[in-house]
């Protein structure tokens, strides 16, 4: 039969991840896992725990609550609370399968078709993919790429993005793939377009923990006039480590719930029974838990920027990942990709991940291999380079 593409999907563009994911689990040999933002590093006894008496219980068998478990919709209401310094309760929460498919509701619950929705360059694929079929229209700010350094947000650049049509801000801090962080001054910024052009944010929480060299959260939504127009979305994926649990949470102000709750009950309404209270009992737990799992991955940044030395690889400030620009080289990321799969390393081009800073770059996801294991990356880059320590 003839098959017209439907619109919608004339922009979405491949993320790469599950064709080198797919490769390597097919290889037959031990390759160095940094493609895809998986950890080795397990939840806590507690999430485990709570996991195996839920399979046992009836009420863990249902889609009821609609808007999520009782339990988890308290816990992510205070922990935004203890971020932000505001007062949310469980009515401002509603909980989906996973981070990104609360990001997903925010947007179908906010865009009109044609709607500009401001996002770092460069960002993670499957967000650009979810604006486009949301029906609106991503608009790329550079961050600022400094070799053997940090990434920093471009300010001017960010006022300039700002047209008639756009409707939002969908930021990450830490950015994924960069692992770039925005400071007081940034977020100071961000919030004065927001209020200035009327702009709502989405902010994707998932990794705001997740930050190295002694820097501190800063939530935008305690920031003044924030709180009407913040959309938090936050998952159980990366800070708790429950990515086969698929547990995410949506907190907003009151006047954006009907519409959120409206999109998540004609979307995927909630995540399996058993997942959701223990990911309430690891988010209840996380700060307890967070800094000894935030030191190793620091270790691993620090590892793989050993690794890298010399090379023009931008310092993560948080996160699970490092890119190292490689059109140095001459060589674009799925060239770089394929060289590196031949000496037993798996990792992502990013093309299709941001225009200033996309096809030349390889990302290294270093949440997944332990320190030991990292040591083996800077031989293996330089032999797809083909120099020389």
Known sequence: MTRNRPARLAHIAG????????????AGTDMLRLENLDTDIPPTAEALEFTRAAIGRDSANSYLPFVGQDRLRQAAARHLSSQTGLAYGPDNVVISAGGLSGILNALLATLDVGDEVIVTDPTYAGLLNRIRLAGGEPRQVPLRFNSGAAWELDRAALRAAVTPRTKAMLLMSPSMPSGGVLDAADWSLV??????????????????????????????????GMAERTITVGAASKELRMIGWRVGWTVAPDWLMPDLIAVSLANVVVPVGIAQEAAAVALENSAR????????????????????EGLPFGLPAGGWSMLLRVSDFGLDGEQMAQRLFAQGVCATGMLGWGLAHGASYIRFVYANEPVARLRRLGDSVRAALEMSR
């Open 15 to 26: 993320i790469g991840v599950d064709r080198m994911g797919s490769l390597a689990d097919h």
């Open 191 to 224: 919030a004065d377009l927001c209020v200035r052009h009327d702009l709502l944010l989405i902010l994707d929480s998932a990794m705001e923990r997740l930050l190295f060299d002694g820097r501190a959260v800063i939530h935008p939504a305690g920031l003044r």
């Open 289 to 308: 838990d967070l800094p000894g799992y935030v030191g190793e991955l620091e270790r691993r940044r620090d590892t793989v920027a050993h690794q890298l």
